[in-house]
């Protein structure tokens, strides 16, 4: 089993910046990509941006050259960097991991002024 603990959401401006981070503890050792996916009222879940351990990325379209994804292996930590925030970025942002798959319990972050 693999836990995932997120933080770091919250309520920001449009334009404003937020940093989402995401731990992982367990059967760590069965994990390539990890990252994050994201739900808004009414819609889907879907991808926003996932980096494997050997730092190969994938982002969504609506988020490249905003969002950045890293990844730190030694603390087992995955990391987004949201910047440049518009209000439909709006979603509870749920963190991810491959193999079964794992999620996160999610995190709100809203977009208002």
């Known amino acids: 089993q693999v836990q995932l603990v997120e933080s770091g959401g919250g309520l920001v401006q449009p334009g404003g910046s937020l940093r989402l981070s995401c731990a992982a503890s367990?059967?760590?050792?069965?994990?390539?990509?990890m990252g994050w996916y994201r739900q808004a009222p009414g819609k889907q879940r879907e991808l926003v941006a996932l980096?494997?351990?050997?730092?190969?990325?994938n982002y969504a379209d609506s988020v490249k050259g905003r969002f950045t994804i890293s990844r730190d292996n030694a603390r087992n930590t995955v990391y987004l960097q949201m910047n440049s925030l518009k209000p439909e970025d709006t979603a509870v942002y749920y963190c991810?991991?491959?193999?079964?798959?794992?999620w996160g319990q999610g995190t709100q972050v809203t977009v208002s002024s």
């Open positions: 367990g059967s760590i050792f069965r994990i390539n990509w």
């Open positions: 991810y991991a491959d193999s079964a798959p794992y």
């Open positions: 980096i494997t351990s050997g730092g190969t990325i």
